[in-house]
């Protein structure tokens, strides 16, 4: 089955600064990549996602990159703030009925 | 939209008792998973459904667990009997098949087992 890895496991960046997570994906059918960030005391929450056939999505401060041939894919953080204390989990599946397949997550701690 | 709605949020049981969580996924969407989160194990997928037929169990830990989904609007996790270390953060979750494959998760429920 498809094996997700993800680095680092925690993180701690200045306010203001940008924060970037890695993530490796085993099976090359996989072609649906989300990102889910997990506040204290609360379930998961869709931030981002992208599909195979786009090579980079940006939402406002938060940006996903896909780099199929080498089987990973990261997400950037620009200008940090507080509020993006979380933990942070990417995921991966073959789309449709396939299940989602999840890192080991990052705690990501902005410093004020 | 209520989005996943869970149900306790919390649940605190003696070792032994049997234990039920429940589950309303958002209307119209086909699948519903539960997961378990701990610290030592992050998030675990337990069970998924498909249009209310349970799809994958391979991840449910002992014949203690069992989950049904009886119609589409509802799922059940059980564990029967509760020990120390099921206690944990369980999470259902919901996703339409075709479009949108994300999860949308619920607030948890958060299980301790004494």
């Known amino acids: 089955g498809e094996n997700v890895e993800q680095h680092p496991s925690t993180l701690s960046v200045q306010e203001g600064d940008s924060a970037v997570i890695k993530c490796t994906y085993s099976?090359?059918?996989?072609?649906?990549f989300p990102w889910y960030k997990q506040e204290l005391g609360k379930g998961p929450q869709l931030i981002i996602d992208i599909r195979s056939n786009v090579g980079e999505k940006k939402d406002q401060r938060i940006a996903v990159t896909l780099n199929k041939t080498a089987k990973h894919f990261s997400l950037h953080i620009t200008e940090t703030q507080p509020e993006d204390s979380a933990v942070y989990f990417c995921?991966?599946?073959?789309?449709?009925?396939?299940?989602?397949?999840f890192g080991a997550g990052t705690t990501v701690t902005v410093r004020a | 939209d209520a989005g996943v709605i869970q149900s306790p949020r919390h649940e605190v049981t003696e070792m032994g008792q049997e234990v039920t969580l429940r589950c309303k996924p958002i209307s119209g969407h086909n699948s519903l998973f539960w997961y378990r989160q701990t610290m030592m194990r992050g998030l675990e997928l337990l069970i998924y459904?498909?249009?209310?037929?349970?799809?994958?169990d391979s991840g449910m830990p002992e014949d203690r667990f069992s989950a049904k989904m009886p119609n589409a609007s509802f799922s059940t996790l059980k564990i029967q009997p509760s020990e120390p270390r099921d206690s944990a953060v369980y999470f259902c979750?919901?996703?339409?098949?075709?479009?949108?494959?994300?999860?949308?998760f619920g607030s948890g429920t958060r299980l301790t087992v004494v």
């Open positions: 459904f498909n249009n209310n037929v349970p799809i994958d």
């Open positions: 979750a919901s996703r339409e098949n075709t479009g949108a494959f994300g999860y949308t």
């Open positions: 995921a991966a599946s073959k789309g449709g009925d396939y299940k989602l397949s």
């Open positions: 099976d090359s059918a996989s072609n649906y």
